[in-house]
């Protein structure tokens, strides 16, 4: 692809030829003839301008001065878009494998894919230009939208409703129950989950993820959110629209997360909290009650990220508090010691 057509893409400014042949996205310690090279680190810049690479991709504030390059005031989002001239094709063409089994009564709509030993149950719909790779399953009365992309081994149970563009990667499970028990005399009984899970339009759920239908109603996850791997988003939870979450989180039931959160990496989140539009909690803190729009919080139980961080100044400095409490304690013990000398010289 010519660089004048990946400035296109990228949304970048092209300094220098456009026409140059670019064959591949590397990194600088791979950076070969044909390639597109970023430069996130302007420490960078030189290694990159000696390197055998044909281009450069470069943040807004630097100027290259010995190839022809890219500039982009968000060198990420260039980068990403870049990179999707790349990608390997991860849709293929529509056809329906021999060994996928689907229901008489299945709506199956055109151009979809469906890959080896896909199950498709009674009464499911797939819209067109849909993508199901090898061993994925899809319950009955299920409904997935267009133009999306379940990888293999996926499971989606009844009942629960996929918009459109909606990517989930491989092991995830989408509508197995919530964890819900009442006890009594020492037994747990098991309380039915008779609700469903609803993922809006462009949203991305990672491997090995798990989102659990509602006990009544819906689990829902708005447009455009991104779950990352090995996240735990339990019953009747609502999660806005734009909302990312990374690994290992935990979202208990009833909690609802507002647009534009960011909860990162093992954080938990208690039943029935809110969390509110732009908040950000920060890695493995621990949420036990609302968190206002637009805060930042860290640390168990969650608070203010400000807040928290003075506290960890201030435990940082208890073991020298520690060293000179105990001079003090030495130096009162020695004086008394020395005043009950003296009253009994007395």
Do not use: W
């Not at 990194?27 to 044909?34: E, Q, T």
């Not at 030189?46 to 044909?54: D, G, H, M, Q, Y």
């Amino acid at each position: 692809m010519k660089l004048a057509q990946l400035a296109l893409l990228a949304r970048a400014e092209l300094v220098g030829s456009g026409e140059i042949e670019i064959s591949a996205i590397t990194d600088l310690a791979h950076a070969h003839a044909g390639a597109l090279v970023m430069v996130s680190d302007p420490r960078d810049l030189s290694a990159a301008e000696a390197s055998p690479a044909a281009a450069l991709l470069v943040a807004g504030t630097v100027t290259p001065s010995a190839k022809p390059f890219l500039r982009s005031v968000n060198l990420r989002a260039a980068f990403a878009r870049v990179l999707s001239a790349f990608a390997p094709e991860e849709r293929g063409p529509g056809e329906i494998h021999p060994s996928a089994v689907v229901a008489p009564d299945a709506s199956i709509g055109p151009d979809v894919l469906l890959g080896p030993f896909v199950v498709v149950a009674s009464g499911a719909a797939i819209g067109p230009r849909t993508t199901v790779h090898a061993g994925t399953t899809i319950g009955s009365r299920v409904r997935i939208g267009a133009d999306c992309l379940l990888h293999p081994r996926v499971t989606i149970y009844a009942d629960c409703v996929l918009g459109d563009r909606v990517t989930i990667h491989s092991g995830t499970v989408i509508g197995s129950d919530g964890f819900g028990y009442a006890t009594e005399e020492g037994t747990h009984l098991k309380v039915p989950h008779l609700g469903r899970v609803v993922i809006e339009d462009d949203v991305e759920i990672g491997a090995n993820a798990a989102v659990d239908r509602a006990t009544l109603g819906e689990t829902r996850i708005g447009r455009g959110t991104k779950i990352d791997n090995l996240v735990q988003v339990a019953h009747n939870v609502l999660i806005g629209e734009g909302v990312l979450v990374v690994s290992q989180v935990g979202i208990s039931g009833s909690v609802t997360i507002g647009n534009g959160v960011v909860l990162a990496g093992q954080a938990g989140v208690v039943d029935h909290r809110r969390i509110g539009a732009g908040a950000r909690v920060l890695a493995r803190a621990g949420v036990t009650r609302d968190v206002p729009d637009g805060a930042t919080v860290s640390g168990f139980p969650a608070r203010d990220h400000r807040e928290e961080m003075r506290a960890m100044a201030s435990v940082q400095r208890l073991p020298d508090l520690a060293e000179r409490v105990a001079a003090i304690e030495a130096q009162l013990a020695g004086r008394s010691r020395r005043q009950g000398a003296r009253k009994r010289r007395g």
